[in-house]
């Protein structure tokens, strides 16, 4: 099935002699150099909806996902733990993942082949990202998906269906990892689609991931316009999932913030830290490893002391040109040391 009026751009930074601009890949998931155009950013000077090929998803769900809680792990009765022990992700984890949504190989590894065996790839590609820690596999399912069209409720953006997030979790249990359910809201409200998600994230083994490049406000429309979020929009969540994991007797929730630019984040400095709660800060600049290097300098310096530092890499999209995939041992060499890598 294909995801109508769906396609999606990809904001991407690339040097030029006048200095880092912007540039906008209009694609029909989020990696496909073949239907691309350079613009400055915003907005796009071509249309979203027309001369573009979507690949093949599955058919998400408009509505509201059922208040019925997931499958519960087995060993629910026990005390609630994170999946490999204790009750808090760091100092012990650093995380490492892919993300994406199943059919759609444009959105992102982990929607390629069989589960299992993504998740076993996660594993391998993990144990260079050891170092002191140990690994805790993530799979970063995009579970509120944005859309170029508003859709029957106006919000741009649809939920996917909760026999595919089911998957995902049952997936995840059999190898011991986490689920984060990434949210591009389009111009719903990050903390709507969280409450949305709450049978989800009443589990030990699922947190989060927000995307507010997708995140658009009043008559703003998602990849003509740079989404955005704010401090008190980010801590509303947090507190969200704080007092859940207090209620719920819950390990540690990861919280992901993806970023690609300074302007996606507003009013930083009013982020708090807030009890169960690790917030990460995944910084999503893609390009060669210079420019991505240059991109996590920016977006890290002067960074909220609530986040942990995360890092994304993009399969495709970093490899476009005379380009080349960042090493794990050049990512080990950033400074703050990534907590989370994802790989997209």
């Given at each position: 099935m294909v995801l109508?009026?769906?396609?999606?751009?990809?904001?991407?930074?690339?040097r030029t002699a006048a200095g880092l601009v912007l540039a906008v890949t209009l694609i029909g998931g989020c990696s496909d150099s073949s239907a691309s155009q350079t613009a400055k950013f915003p907005p796009l000077s071509a249309g979203l909806e027309g001369g573009v090929t979507r690949p093949p998803v599955v058919t998400p769900s408009s509505s509201p996902l059922p208040s019925s809680s997931p499958s519960p792990s087995p060993s629910a009765t026990a005390p609630r733990e994170l999946p490999r022990g204790g009750?808090?992700?760091?100092?012990?984890?650093?995380?490492?993942?892919y993300c994406g949504v199943p059919g759609s190989a444009?959105?992102?590894?982990?929607?390629i082949g069989r589960l299992d065996d993504r998740v076993k790839e996660i594993e391998k590609v993990g144990r260079a990202y050891r170092g002191t820690r140990e690994v805790m596999?993530?799979?970063?399912?995009?579970?509120?998906?944005?859309?170029?069209?508003?859709?029957?409720?106006g919000m741009y953006r649809s939920r996917i269906d909760?026999?595919?997030?089911?998957?995902h979790l049952d997936a995840a249990r059999r190898h011991k990892a986490l689920l984060l359910l990434n949210v591009q809201p389009g111009r719903a409200k990050f903390i709507d689609e969280v409450r949305a998600l709450e049978p989800w994230l009443r589990e030990p083994d699922v947190g989060l991931a927000l995307d507010p490049e997708?995140?658009?406000?009043g008559s703003g429309v998602p990849g003509r316009v740079f989404g955005q979020t704010t401090g008190a929009e980010i801590n509303e969540v947090q507190s969200y999932v704080s007092q859940l994991v207090a209620r719920e007797s819950l390990p540690q929730k990861a919280i992901v913030v993806h970023?690609?630019?300074?302007?996606?984040?507003?009013?930083?400095?009013?982020i708090k830290r807030y009890p169960g709660v690790a917030l990460i800060k995944s910084v999503d600049g893609i390009g060669p490893p210079g420019a991505k290097r240059g991109t996590w300098t920016r977006l890290t310096k002067g960074m909220a002391k609530a986040f942990h530092p995360g890092f994304k890499l993009f399969y495709v999209e970093d490899e476009e040109g005379a380009s080349r995939l960042m090493t794990p041992a050049e990512v080990m060499a950033l400074w703050p040391l990534p907590e989370y890598v994802m790989y997209e």
């Open positions: 109508q009026g769906w396609v999606r751009p990809r904001a991407r930074r690339a009750t808090t992700l760091f100092p012990r984890y650093r995380l490492v993942g444009g959105m992102g590894r982990l929607g596999p993530v799979l970063e399912l995009i579970a509120v998906v944005v859309h170029a069209s508003p859709g029957k409720d909760r026999a595919i997030i089911q998957t997708w995140a658009v406000k970023q690609l630019s300074p302007q996606i984040i507003r009013t930083e400095a009013a």
